[in-house]
């Protein structure tokens, strides 16, 4: 198991130095496009000259990329063009406000879809299999705009019981978190949800849970003791997948409210050509990337003995 | 073993188990399917009763219909289950998980499919107890590791935190074994416990259930299509054909007498001991089970029966009768002309056949090896560098076959019977040593470079059809691609021809051609098989375990045809079986291999005579046999077989040996002795001692064509 995790962790380190490469590459490739929007529109030829060699711009691509991949990791992200200020004052408190709704989110999430998916999947074909399965995939297939229009006509206007934004302008609110973690929700969970039906309903039909209904134990007992571990091995790998697709849905879903968080800071310094800013966050998106699938491996790995004792 | 203890619930004690015309149906789109009708059946205390028939003749469903565990679209429709007075039927779903698992367990065919992967053994085994007697977790443990303990596992301990992948196949069973017997069940239930597994291992299973069954007190119901398991594990038995008992009775009655045609047809499709595929061939049954819902008016049997009257037989349901014998009152009978029938003149009808002469040398296999490379990848492994290890599959195979000759190679799982196989057939290469066909060394080429001829005289009949048999093609296609490949015809109207000749020579409707291989029965499909295997007139035919998976009356039926196909075209066939008593009744000369190497070798009356090699000593007590007469010395092996990757160091078999002599066994490989021209014995024990050995099958005297008496 540790050399498996050596080996994950190695392949990680690997994967983030390649994709900083690409990222690196897209951003800072040509260096008077960078001094170009320091520097604005209208500065002059020598200016952008100038400018590049002041900031060692000149030198050759792969000397500048361990350069700017030293000064990552000692923590300096540049300077903000739009901002004037080090990224990292910005960064960080965006990124811990996206984290605190990716991670309700998430954990809302997946227990609303793991329930579910186990309900519908150990009656297969039941009522109550078909009820969740049908709202699953409805829910699915609305996009998280649709949804928070319609759920804000609801609760914000109709029933008035929720705030319209979530902008934390009184200092942090639950209750203004509740509508985008509801939005994200509802979109999110029905994948994880089917997964883990499906993965529920191969389990139930095993010859094991025979043994074990057949042993006399209690319904509860076979579903939790017998079924549920093995019918959220497959799972797992997915719900890891769910965060970078969390990262994603965030964009949309912050900018509808007003949450001040990096899916919001992204879209606004892409739109801007905020180099650093975008480089930070892409950073981190892959790092999320990167880290949840090899949890997710690794976790797929432990849960399931027939690979860890290999 | 056959104490008839519980007779017929005569001696006043109420039966553990009393089911009257119990009915069981699944429901399917196509309609309802009544799998077993009326069906009865009782059980005394500390009995043990088998079910034999037929696959699909409803053991299962009655064993699951005691269980009140049919599925999702089965259902009890009519009849009582009454489980120690209670009927089962009118329980609730809380009464009945109450006596499933504690009063009644159940131990199925598969043993790795019926344990939980990702849970230890010891969690698998502790809930029983906890949850039926709430008794502690500690208590609990101590029960579980005292009833692996009886179970003859080793190191209980170690056991215990393993997962069900971590261990062999034969302790598996004894994990399933023990966990049926924890809370001292009143009624065991068995569903081929024994199929999946090793004939060794399988005699020591056997033993053990038998032994704390008896212990206990519990009464056992024994489902196996083996009729010599049958005879060795229960008291009575009851045959099943087509979801109804067609006759019960007490086994040394119904193995002596047997009165309906079809239990006679199942003896006469097992290879005992006395039959002889040339003077006394086996005789499979004709036709097949009818399917649960199109079942013929009358008898069920009829359409198959060979003493079937029109007007009789096909009026009214046949009910069960008795059978008045002086030794048995419980022997009962569905058939209205048993009184009637003459089984004995019957047989005299039977066809013989002249042996075939054996030709020149066709195969010759000389010191044949093949290792296999195995890398390891723990730490420890690769600190020490010794991260490659070798498996000897084969070592040092040496025999030849003539033309029209019958060579079995006998062996357990592991030995290197299919290794071998895949070396002739060029799937591996020999590591070192020849294998010639007709003179040219095949072992070194592999199938890709093999020549159309060298592949066409080569051919092979699988154990299970279904793995070679491509779903998406039509059998005529896939016969007919083989006889292109090999060059035997290419005008496509010749190549429909051939096929349709071979589809004749297995004895399948030549429009067949069209059918998709799901269309088929096992047995068919096995046919198809075997006419692919001649489809290019090969002169070697390797069968690997070919009716293994097949049912008793399938499996003669196949045996007769590839016996029948050999003679015709003077095929040399290698017959590879685990199978003692098909080898018995098939082979010319016998190869009996472990852990990959050659223990002894020799003609059929050679192998099955002492000289014994302790290994085919072993084996052949394994070998359960279906003729009360036959007695039979029991040998029962400790231990599994040792894994492949580390071999003992001197005899392979020390570790399991009954007559190991001593630390030269585990230190020094015996040395092959020879006895006669071709007989060799690789065993420290000298030769003469081994001749003094008695032997292990006494077969009566079969002279007189009456029945003997019947042993009391
Ligand atoms: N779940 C099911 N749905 C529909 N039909 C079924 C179902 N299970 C079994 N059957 C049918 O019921 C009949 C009896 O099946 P059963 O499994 O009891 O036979 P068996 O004697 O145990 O055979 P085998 O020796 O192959 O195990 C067969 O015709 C089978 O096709
Ligand atoms: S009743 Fe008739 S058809 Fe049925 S087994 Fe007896 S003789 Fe054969
Ligand atoms: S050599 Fe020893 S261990 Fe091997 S079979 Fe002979 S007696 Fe048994
Ligand atoms: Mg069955």
Known sequence: ?310 | MADHNGKDNGNGEAPVLDISGLRLSYYTRAGEIPAVMDFDLTIAKGESVGLVGESGCGKSTVANGIMRYMGKNGGIVGGTIKFQGRDMAEMSEEEVRRVRGKDIAMIYQEPMAALNPSLTIAAQLMEVPMIHEEVSEEEAFQRAYDMLSAVHIPDPKRLMDSYPHQVSGGQQQRVVIAMALLSRPALLLLDEPTTALDVTVEAGIVELIAELSKESGTSLLYISHNLGLMLEVCDRICVMYSGEVVEEGHISSIFSWPKHPYTHGLFGCIPLPHADKNARPLNAIKGQLPLPHQRPKGCYFGPRCEFFQTGRCDSDHIPMEEVFTDDDDAHRVRCLRWNEIDHDEARTVETTRDPIEVGDTVLEVDNMRKYYEVKESTLAAMVSGGSVRQVKANESISFDAGEGETVAIVGESGCGKSTFAKVLMGLETATEGEVRLDGTDLGSIEVKKRTPEQLASLQMVFQNPNDTLNPSHSIGYQIGRVIKRFGIESDPAKIQERVHKLLDTVKLPRDFVNRKPRQLSGGQKQRVGIARAFAGNPKTVIADEPISALDVSVAAAVTELLMDIQREHRTTLLFISHDLSAVRYLADRIVVMYLGQIMERGTTDEVFAPPYHPYTEALLSAVPIADPEVEKRRIVLEGNLPSPLDPPKGCPFSTRCQRKVGSICDDEPPPVQLDGDDHSIACHIPLDELREVEPVITIPDRDLEAPAAPQA
């Open chain 1, 1 to 310: 198991m540790s050399q498996l995790i050596l080996r994950r962790v190695g392949m990680m380190i690997l994967i983030m130095l390649v994709v900083a490469l690409l990222l690196f590459l897209m951003n800072e490739g040509d260096p008077r496009l960078i001094a170009r929007s320091v520097l604005g529109p209208y500065a002059q030829d020598q200016q952008l000259d100038a400018w590049i060699a002041q900031h060692g711009y000149d030198r050759p691509i792969m000397v500048r990329y361990f350069d700017w991949i030293g000064r990552v990791l000692s923590g300096d992200l540049g300077d903000s063009i739009i901002y004037k200020r080090p990224v990292n004052e910005i960064f960080w408190d965006r990124l811990g406000n996206t984290g605190i709704l990716a991670g309700v989110t998430f954990v809302v999430m997946v227990v609303v879809a793991l329930t579910l998916g186990v309900l519908a999947g150990m009656k297969e074909g039941s009522a109550q299999d078909r009820v969740i399965s049908v709202f699953s995939i409805t829910t699915t297939s609305i996009p998280e705009y649709a949804s928070a229009v319609l759920l804000a006509w609801i609760f914000v206007f109709g029933l008035g019981w929720l705030p319209g934004t979530s902008a934390m302008t009184g200092g942090f609110n639950v209750v203004e978190l509740i509508l985008p973690v509801m939005v994200l929700t509802l979109y999110g969970f029905g994948y994880v949800a089917r997964m883990t039906r499906a993965s529920m309903a191969e389990v139930m039909t095993n010859h094991y849970i025979r043994t074990a209904m057949l042993k006399g134990l209690p319904y509860r007992h076979i579903i939790m003791k017998h079924a549920l571990r093995n019918a959220l091995i497959a799972p797992f790998t997915v719900i890891m997948l769910q965060i970078n697709w969390l990262l994603s849905g965030v964009v949309v879903t912050e900018f509808a409210f007003g949450y001040k968080g990096f899916g919001a800071l992204l879209l606004e310094a892409a739109l801007r050509r905020d180099i650093f800013v975008i480089e930070a966050c892409g950073l981190a998106a892959v790092f999320v990337a990167v880290f949840t699938q090899t949890i997710g491996d690794l976790g797929y790995t432990y849960l399931n003995p027939r690979i860890r004792f290999k």
